[in-house]
């Protein structure tokens, strides 16, 4: 069977906050180390460390910080004297550093960091007691406005199978398209791009998989510049949203529809049973996905066997042994 995603050259870039590989750089000196990271995903990505307080300046140890006022644009300020205002600062750190990550594939944030933190990080009030609307770091929130299809997650959140899966899989896409732009956009290119990624799509969102390839049903006629980047946002927008048994197994049951005059009966049987136990919760999905490569193998067909859905990423990550 052909594989295309895993067979990527070198290692992917993708950003971290820098505690998370073990840095000591946190306000009191300390490090986050996430195992996770330096021993499993560092075989594949190649991470870009930063520390957006240590970068403005602010020095290790340092008193603590926080945010405060309006979740959608809060500030910065020193926990122990909100007058202390490094909001500045730290835009202006962002501004500097965000061009310098533009070949990034990805960014792993620290949760709850008022720099750094993606998702419900605690927004004060003036009078110093916590809010109940969350807001996003302010270096978090430079960079996602910047690179809005950059694949984000946070630390704590990729302990979840499902999420760090969803994550790693836009990871790797993300890197297709970057290599698919270094060679120059065509739209050949985009449509042989939509093809193999088509069951992955619908393992996605199978409605927003047609919507998107009616965008390339006249590619040739449209300037490949223009319309890749609203290609591409599209398939980003699908991939972001989680896979589910049930789309996984439309994905399984269409691609057993391509061994029907292969099989024979107890073969036929044998793999819509495995599905079904899938579909039940019974196996993971590496399970079916193992089965059916095994047939594709035995009976290749070039169109199916160049998806990606096969491999998005390397098989060693074991990412499907849970899901």
Partial sequence: MTTTTNQIPGKIKVGVSA???GQEVRYNGTHKHMPLLTQELAKYFDFVPTCPELGAGMGVPRPAIRLMGDPAAPRAVRVSDASVDFTQTLQDYAAERIPQLQDLAGYIFIKNSPSCGLFRVKVYHENGNPGMTPGRGVFAAALTRAMPLLPVEEDGRLHDPVLRENFITRVFAMREWQLLCARGLTAAGLIDLHSRYKYTLMAHAPQDYSKLGQMLSDAGKHDANQLGPRYFAGMMQILQ???????????????????????????????????????????????????????????????????????????????????
């Fill in 241 to 323: 949203l989680k896979a589910t048994r049930k789309t996984n197994t439309n994905v399984l049951m269409h691609l057993q529809g391509y061994l029907k005059k292969q099989l024979q009966s107890n073969e036929k049987s044998s793999l819509g049973s495995v599905i079904e136990h899938y579909r039940q919760g019974i196996v993971p999905l590496i399970v079916p996905v193992t089965m059916l490569k095994h047939y594709f193998h035995v009976f290749p067909d070039p169109y199916i066997n160049r998806q990606a859905f096969w491999q998005p990423y390397p098989d060693d990550l074991s990412l499907r042994n849970s899901l």
């Fill in 19 to 21: 505690c998370l590989l």
